[in-house]
């Protein structure tokens, strides 16, 4: 039995004392209880699309020699890089923080930029558009720079998670801050219990052809699902730029210096991705499926991905933004702050030939806000949208948009798939309450070392 079964496993679940951990596969799904330890928990049968052509186990099969303790980023890497594609079991304890050195001592920008000649003031002054303009890219001294310190801050926050891995938070206090985590044409990899934070890069490049004055676009995700990885299962975690928001940053050139790119994107041909029960907080850019307007990297077919019982608060766009997939998109609470430090854009995006399913959704919104904002078109010609609410009430979304958008802009129903792999779907009015006690890393575990 899992959290994402019904309201009763998942209070079952969390309440229960753990297990200690026991070598070996678990038969199957159904075998699960809640005295099943979270680590060597897999994702239940019929649990969206990571349940879909073999289902997703992680590393739930691993070995004691394969089951790793860890508590900085020395002992992660290793861990990742241990017994190559075998099952394996990560335990993460406290907060891991990606800007330090093999030694454990903590790396800052001026670290990266040390011996590249890359210094900020003067990048501004050589392509300020004044004098630069704005129809090229900046290039020369500062901006190779720019990229060999960028270069630098990758090699030490970008981690790969390997095929058939499980990392799971050990308690409450499980964090990994700063890093850019991929899972990079892998398969069969479970997430859970777990805050990622503030994956800022350094040395965001200036692009004075973005839109109509130009942007700072940042280069780093969370968490990213790329390169045809497949069978990802992400759960009960949080997602946010706190302690360091965008909304604390300067602007340049009259664009504010963003150093958060997206939360948690599914790009690249992925497929059969599950998210559920997670917490997305502050963030601007959330959650990107599919790369590209451009069919050639073998999105179409694939793009698969399940969005059920997540809280999205004060977040401004791409919750999520959709091209090509089908995306299951249910049992969410969307919540806009009054005051909320991201500017609020829309939440669901619907871009080129994306098959958008977003059924008993609970919309928060501040007080006057037309919910025709709830949707964004990016390309797209269809969406379905069954039985959400806005403040309580029950709105089609889709009409409502429809009502406010142009006549060359509208969306029509979708009829071409309705989602299956659906454990329980709750009544929008009950989401609210029930995500307020179920949602983010809450899981109890034994934490053992």
């Known amino acids: 039995m899992s ?121 501004l002054q050589d392509y300020d558009p004044a004098t630069w303009g704005r129809d090229r890219d900046p290039a020369g001294a500062q901006e190779d720079a720019r990229r060999a310190a960028a270069a630098n801050q990758a090699r030490t926050i970008r981690w790969d998670v390997p095929s058939n891995t499980t990392i799971v938070g050990a308690g409450p206090d499980s964090e990994i801050r700063g890093a850019a985590l991929r899972v990079n044409g892998a398969d069969n990899v479970i997430l859970r219990n777990l805050t990622f934070s503030d994956a800022a890069d350094c040395f965001p490049a200036w692009d004075p052809g973005d839109g109509s004055t130009g942007a700072w676009n940042s280069e780093y995700d969370l968490l990213q699902v790329i390169n045809g990885a497949s069978h990802v299962w992400v759960d009960h975690s949080e997602f946010t730029d706190a302690p360091n928001p965008d909304s604390g940053q300067p602007s340049y050139f009259g664009s504010p210096y963003q150093v958060h790119d997206g939360a948690l994107d599914v790009t690249n041909g992925s497929d059969l991705v599950t998210i559920s029960y997670n917490r997305f907080t502050d963030h601007d850019k959330l959650m990107l499926i599919g790369s590209t307007d451009s069919p050639t990297r073998g999105d179409p077919g694939r793009l698969r991905v399940t969005v059920h019982h997540n809280v999205f608060e004060d977040v401004g ?97 979708d009829t071409s798939w309705t989602p299956t792999l659906r454990p329980q779907v709750h009544s929008a009015q009950a989401v609210p309450a029930l995500l307020a006690r179920t949602a983010g890393p809450v899981l109890s575990t034994g934490g053992n070392r």
């Open 317 to 413: 766009q791409r919750a999520p933004r959709v091209r090509y997939g089908q995306v299951d998109v249910y049992n969410n609470h969307y919540v806009v702050p009054e005051d909320g430090s991201v500017p609020y854009v829309y939440s669901l995006g619907a871009g080129i030939e994306s098959h958008l399913y977003a059924e008993a959704n609970a919309f928060t919104l501040p007080a006057g806000t037309d919910p025709a904002r709830i949707i964004g078109r990016y390309k797209g010609s269809v969406i379905a949208t069954v039985d959400n609410t806005v403040n309580g009430r029950k709105v089609d979304l889709r009409a409502a948009y429809n009502a406010a958008a142009p006549a060359t802009a509208q969306l029509a129903h």
């Open 3 to 123: 959290l994402s079964i019904s309201t009763a496993a998942a209070l079952a679940l969390l309440t229960a004392a753990p297990a200690a951990a026991a070598p070996g596969p678990l038969a199957d799904p159904t075998a699960q209880s809640a005295r099943t330890p979270v680590e060597r928990q897999v994702l239940p049968a019929g649990d969206g699309w990571a349940s879909a052509d073999g289902g997703t186990t992680g590393g739930a099969a691993a070995a004691p020699a394969d089951v790793h303790d860890v508590d900085d980023r020395a002992g992660l890497l290793k861990a990742l890089a241990a017994s190559g594609e075998r099952p394996k079991i990560i335990r993460v304890h406290g907060r891991i923080d990606a800007n330090t050195a093999p030694d454990g001592s903590a790396l800052d920008c001026a670290d990266y930029a040390a011996g590249t000649g890359y210094d900020l003031e003067q990048y």
